[in-house]
């Protein structure tokens, strides 16, 4: 039995330095210590009053209840995003610093139904989260104030929708709440924007991570999820010279807009132009173009900027795109700067495996969050 005594005999017993805190990972275990647990330790007591103080049987009765009112279990509960409280009454959106909205709506859609139920499937999967992030030492919930304000009534019009989100979208805007947006088809890019651009006085940038140009004014007669950018920015204060598009390429990548975005002299990145570049590179050029005399910069994430092998459930899938980490690292370097809302989109669920794709738009938002709230672009109603 002493095969082992051989092994690895470089490292048993050396005198060289291992240089350890400087790791990213030892880091990240010294800032946990320095985050409060308040608002958690709240999150608990409201547990057991509002659902009863759980049976003598449970050993263990820290954060355990009768009736779940809280994170815990993460399989179970009523679906919020995070679990965050459902704000019934939207009037009172103002009382925090973060509203997430669901977009129910895919009439927009050219190909793949089904983006109507992103909305659920978002909220569904973000259960398996915490409100924790080890990298960047942030815990959302000790941070931030946030609710879900639930969906947007959107009916079978196009129009109707459209004018339906642009009032939500302002609403939750004006009374100075960060909108976190679900969508939804990509058409919805459009009235969201319109919605941000009626709050703002000045000019607002949009930054876009997709595979499509989504730039074509219409789409058989209609304002499709291909168009939703030609509309954005014929809104007097969103010029298209402050539209920075992340990510375009391929096979699906219409004619029609590419001569708009030509012709309006927007910008846009291949992935080819991100893997020359590199990620830091393309966030520095996003920021500069989208925030060039502008007031506020507007983010859009569509899930197929990301490949399709790691988005399987959305409505038009295009290989060669994002690996994960290159879009969450886009993300989190343009939000923070600040963004005044977010949209993720064309998560459709019908066509998604094990909930990865939603996963995906889920963890997009989060990170998005947790780097506004580590570079003081956020919060300020939690006490």
């Known amino acids: 039995m002493s095969f082992y005594k051989n092994h690895a005999p470089k490292h048993r017993e050396h005198t060289r330095e291992v240089k350890l805190p400087e790791l990213e990972g030892m880091k990240a275990l ?12 709240q999150e608990v007591r409201r547990g057991k009053e509002f659902g009863l103080e759980c049976v003598d049987s449970i050993q263990d009765k820290t954060e355990i209840s009768c009736f779940q009112r809280g994170e815990l279990p993460h399989w179970s ?18 009382e925090y610093d973060v509203a997430f909205v669901g977009v129910p709506f895919d009439i927009g859609t050219t190909y793949r139904a089904g983006t109507r139920f ?11 989260y915490t409100t924790y992030n080890f990298e960047m030492g942030v815990d959302l919930r000790e941070s931030l104030k946030m609710c879900d304000v639930g969906d947007i009534f959107c009916p079978a019009n196009i129009t109707k929708s459209h004018d339906q989100i642009t009032k939500g979208v302002a609403h939750i805007l004006s009374q100075g709440t960060l909108p976190m947006i679900m969508g939804g088809d990509h058409s919805i890019g459009f009235p969201c924007a319109r919605g941000v651009a009626q709050c703002i006085e000045g000019k607002v940038g949009i930054i876009h991570l997709d595979r499509h140009i989504d730039t074509q004014e219409k789409d058989m007669d209609e304002i499709m999820h291909t168009c939703p950018w030609f509309h954005a920015t014929n809104i007097p204060n969103c010029p298209p010279t402050n539209l920075v598009q992340v990510g375009i390429g391929g096979w699906q990548v219409p004619r029609p807009g590419v001569k708009k975005g030509r012709e309006r002299g927007s910008t846009v990145l291949t992935i080819s132009d991100i893997e020359r570049i590199g990620i830091d590179k393309t966030i520095e050029i996003a920021l500069e173009v989208a925030w060039k005399g502008a007031s506020a910069v507007y983010l859009s994430f569509d899930v197929d900027s990301v490949d399709a092998g790691f988005v399987p459930g959305t409505g038009w899938p295009e290989p060669g795109g994002f690996l994960p980490r290159e879009a969450l690292a886009i993300l989190k370097g343009v939000a923070a700067e600040g963004i005044a809302a977010m949209e993720a989109v064309e998560v459709s669920p019908p066509y998604d495996i094990s909930d990865i794709t939603a996963l995906v ?8 969050l947790a780097s506004m709230t580590k570079h003081g672009r956020i919060g300020g109603k939690l006490h």
């Open 118 to 128: 992103g909305p659920q499937g978002i909220r569904r999967i973000s259960s398996l």
């Open 77 to 94: 509960g009523i679906n919020t995003f995070l679990k965050t409280p459902y704000l019934e009454d939207v009037r009172k959106v103002g």
């Open 30 to 41: 010294r800032d946990e210590g320095q985050i409060p647990s308040r608002q958690w330790e």
């Open 361 to 368: 738009a889920v963890r997009a938002m989060v990170d998005v």
